[in-house]
């Protein structure tokens, strides 16, 4: 019903920068929350950051004044900057959706694997 396009992962150094994207499409009726989870070998799944339809942001402490998670609306679409980069970073990291109005849904990418270097 939904599917999510993730871009953007890839390797860099500790410090540098990445640009994750997520694209949602599909039978939208509501979009609730966006944002990202992501997964580390041997790790349970952690929240990264949302957003809410409302604008509000939840970001993981570990994240906070590195990560920016920002969205277009209008292309059901968020991005995650990340800046200054370290290698606890790394990771699988997945988009998440949740839809719905009277019944939730939740959605999942396919992930994007963010290396970062030492």
């Known amino acids: 019903q939904v599917q999510l396009v993730e871009s953007g992962g890839g390797l860099v150094q500790a410090g540098g920068s990445l640009r994750l994207s997520c694209a949602a499409s599909?039978?939208?009726?509501?979009?609730?929350?966006m944002g990202w989870y992501r997964q580390a070998p041997g790790k349970q799944r952690e929240l990264v950051a949302t957003?809410?339809?409302?604008?509000?942001?939840n970001y993981a402490d570990s994240v906070k004044g590195r990560f920016t998670l920002s969205r277009d609306s209008a292309k059901n679409t968020v991005y995650l900057q990340m800046d200054s980069l370290k290698p606890e970073d790394t990771a699988v990291y997945y988009c998440?959706?949740?839809?719905?109005?009277?019944?939730?849904?939740?959605?999942w990418g396919q992930g994007t694997q963010v290396t970062v270097s030492s």
């Open positions: 998440n959706v949740r839809t719905g109005i009277v019944l939730s849904y939740t959605y």
């Open positions: 599909g039978s939208i009726v509501r979009i609730n929350s």
């Open positions: 957003v809410t339809s409302g604008g509000v942001t």
